[in-house]
């Protein structure tokens, strides 16, 4: 066998073994997929019952208020769990390149963000200061005037005392880096800047605010409407 004979084979070899690799991964995929989508009725169902809730890395976790859950509570997040970071792993390797190197976590907290953007208002999250918090407590701290929307488009206490509190803090920082995101994606696609962007987005927040809710202008002043 030539040397040029040699190298053909040699590559076509790599090839397919290239390929077969690609095929089982994607069945891989496909497989955890089809069990994550036959379990997500029961998910689901914990979630809404305030049972579970998902966390900033993509996975879920019993909420500690729960003093007490079955064992079927705790196969599910055990079984979930491993499928999504089994996921996230084939995601990673199927989103990275050459020069850029995605990671698993990157892509399970993207997953989280995408679960805190959609949740139903009584589902529960945990923060990334390990903070439980529901989607709507926003909501709820506005209406309580503890915290208002400003003119940059992010919220934040209405008074020192109350960013002091935890729960506060983190609702807080954790809808401002979501809109951070949002901004940023609807930056790119108008070709604006994110400042721009979120200031647009208090103008009609403004605009849209409930009669006592608070908002704080430009030239840092707290004004209830």
């Known amino acids: 066998m030539t040397m040029n004979r040699f190298i053909t084979m040699a590559v076509i070899c790599m090839a397919v073994l290239a390929a077969a690799v690609a095929n089982a991964q994607t069945e891989t995929r496909k497989q955890i ?28 976790e019993v909420v500690p208020s729960n003093s007490s859950v079955d064992a079927a509570v705790n196969q599910l997040v055990e079984q979930e769990n491993a499928d999504r970071r089994a996921l996230y792993a084939i995601i990673a390797v199927e989103t990275s390149t050459d020069k850029v190197k995605i990671a698993a976590d990157a892509v399970g907290q993207q997953s989280g963000w995408r679960s805190y953007r959609r949740a139903r208002p009584q589902e529960y999250f945990r923060t990334r200061d390990g903070v439980w918090i529901q989607r709507d407590d926003v909501d709820e701290l506005k209406a309580e005037g503890k915290i208002g929307e400003t003119w940059q488009g992010k919220v934040e206490a209405v008074k020192p005392e109350f960013s002091a509190d935890r729960k506060v803090a983190a609702v807080v920082s954790t809808e401002n880096q979501l809109r951070s995101e949002q901004f940023a994606q609807q930056a790119r696609k108008q070709g604006s800047t994110n400042e721009r962007i979120a200031e647009q987005h208090g103008e009609r927040t403004w605009s849209s605010l409930p009669k006592g809710a608070w908002f704080k202008q430009r030239d840092g002043a707290w004004v209830q409407k």
Do not use: D, H, M, N
């Open 33 to 60: 997929e089809a069990r994550l989508e036959q379990r997500y009725p029961q998910v689901l169902a914990a979630k809404s019952a305030g049972t579970i809730g998902e966390t900033w890395q993509g996975f879920i």
